[in-house]
């Protein structure tokens, strides 16, 4: 079977995107990381697909995979490139604002540009129960043990787990190791995205993540959202903020509690091609 695929990325995020809105979604883990595979399949961070919404208030649905064949609840770059997708496809005019279903529940994306997208991620969530983290109570620190390392981490769901360490360099090469540490780590019950962030000012942060199921990404629009939410909480930040990855630059915008966290960036397409899939596995 022919899969025809779209590769698009987020700022150096990359992404297969498929159009289900017809036959919906067919493949298995093993297809999954077969087409996710950078030397024999065509290589992404998260498979994206397009398919009928479920809810009846939303446009479309969109489904994430990592590259590991494991389920996503949200991705800031992806639900971008679905949008610019959308409009590439017709579905979605230049100004329009409308509600896309993702697996963590309904996002609000406005289609600002062609390659410009601005995406209502939500109210940040930092009671423990719901990220899910094992604490006893909310707190902007806990202290946590990663290896030999006993380190201060803020935690918080943007629609997927994230722990976020602060950092005078994010470029430490101690991060190396204490990403998979802690994007594994048992008081994260679902894994975690680890963000390491460095505070330049209190309206600009550089940022690097190793994401949960992907390892260590070029960008991470959650992570971005989430090092942001996590700053903001302890008073560290304005309430507009430039996170700089290493793919680019997102803009966050988040007033507190009580209202939602808007990101911003662009979306990108790099070429549409088919991939043979490989028969599933009996």
Known sequence: MQLRFSKMHGIGNDFVVLDCRRDGFALDATQIRALGDRRT????????????????????????????????GQCGNGVRCVAAWLHRAGALA?????????????????????????????EPVFEPARIP?????????????????????????????????????????????LGPLLSTHERFAQGANTGFVQQLDRG???????????????????GA??????????????????VELPGGTLRIDWTGPGHPLWMTGPAAFAFEGEWTVPAPKA
């Open 41 to 72: 399949g065509v290589g992404f961070d998260q498979l994206l697909s397009v398919e009928p919404a479920r809810d009846p208030s939303c446009a479309f649905y969109y489904g994430i995979w990592n590259r590991d064949g494991s389920l996503s």
């Open 94 to 122: 230049l100004g329009d604002q409308v509600l896309l279903e993702s697996p963590s529940g309904p996002v609000t994306v406005c289609l600002l540009a062609t390659n410009e997208v601005a995406v209502d991620m939500g």
């Open 133 to 177: 983290f094992v604490a006893e109570a909310a707190a902007d620190r806990y202290e946590i043990r990663a290896g030999d390392d006993m380190l201060q981490i803020g935690a918080v769901s943007m629609g997927n787990p994230h722990a976020v360490v602060v950092l005078n360099d994010p470029d430490d090469p101690a991060q190396m190791q």
């Open 204 to 222: 600009h942060l550089r940022l690097r993540v190793y994401e949960r199921g992907a390892g260590w990404t070029r960008a991470c629009g959650t």
């Open 225 to 242: 959202c989430a090092a942001m939410a996590v700053l903001h909480q302890r008073g560290e930040v304005d309430d507009r903020v430039q």
